[in-house]
């Protein structure tokens, strides 16, 4: 069991580290038969995946140390909270709003400009929509 448990470990932390470089978008399930790949900066979207499933192999390496001392249901938690995050983040973060992110304007190497990365104006404007949508 506990061999099984650092191989999966292993799996997981060498998956977490191809998406964190932005390769490896084939890996997201969803997102590689999607028709609007355009509404997604895909870099964005591997690395908050990439991240996600990061925490999820340090918690995973905390369980395969501690064996039946690690509480299962603090495993649960953790795995349920990461990946309510890595929703929340994919759409929000990762959504490409307006002119594509980086789109060429012309010949040479002009670029349009960029939104940031993150920004508290845009947390406070998805934050109240959130808990309003249907489920």
């Known amino acids: 069991m506990k061999w099984i448990l650092w191989g999966l470990t292993a799996l997981t932390g060498i998956i977490a580290v191809i998406l964190l470089m932005g390769k490896g978008s084939f890996l997201i399930a969803g997102y590689n038969t999607s028709r609007n790949k355009e509404k997604y900066n895909e870099k964005r979207l591997c690395r908050v995946v990439g991240g996600g499933l990061g925490v999820i192999t340090l918690v995973m390496a905390a369980w395969s140390i501690m064996g039946d001392q690690f509480p299962v249901a603090a495993f649960v938690i953790s795995i349920a909270a990461v ?26 190497i002009r670029f349009t400009e960029t939104r940031p990365f993150f920004s508290p104006q845009s947390f406070w404007q998805w934050f109240p929509l959130c808990f309003l949508q249907e489920m």
Do not use: M
């Open 83 to 108: 990946v309510a995050a890595i929703q929340i983040l994919s759409n929000t973060v990762c959504v490409v709003k307006g002119e594509p992110f980086r789109k060429k304007t012309g010949p040479g």
